[in-house]
Nanobody
Framework: QVQFVESGGGLVQPGGSLRLSCATS????????MGWFRQAPWKERELVASMTPDDWYTNYIPSVRGRFTISRDDAKRTLFLQMDRLKPEDTAVYSC?????????????WGQGTQVTVSS
């Protein structure tokens, strides 16, 4: 059974930093590109950062490029997202998943996500 458990969110002031973690189980680690998604209120879920399994190529949406860094620990099967210089528009629930067609989540079993709130 595939499971994702996200943690590390919280309330932070603009300009602050957070480091998110996603522990996985049931995923054949190394077979999939992995990504961080976010969903803000009244908006569709979007893929914000991704990393391939072999060459660790990373990709980001323009609004977070240069501020967010995705990484992975293959031994621990854990995905990370370092978020710096946070902005109010980064406020959302952040979740991880393997990446499927159309930059959607591959597995149906999403985790509970972790809330990130950027506010003064």
């Amino acid at each position: 059974q595939v499971q994702f458990v996200e943690s590390g969110g919280g309330l932070v002031q603009p300009g602050g930093s957070l480091r998110l973690s996603c522990a996985t189980s049931g995923v054949t680690w190394g077979n999939y590109a992995m990504g961080w998604f976010r969903q803000a209120p009244w908006k569709e879920r979007e893929l914000v950062a991704s990393m391939t399994p072999d060459d660790w190529y990373t990709n980001y949406i323009p609004s977070v490029r240069g501020r967010f860094t995705i990484s992975r620990d293959d031994a621990k099967r854990t995905l990370f997202l370092q978020m710096d210089r946070l902005k109010p528009e980064d406020t959302a629930v952040y979740s991880c998943n393997a990446i499927g067609p159309g930059s959607s989540g591959l597995f149906r079993s999403w985790g509970q996500g972790t809330q990130v709130t950027v506010s003064s």
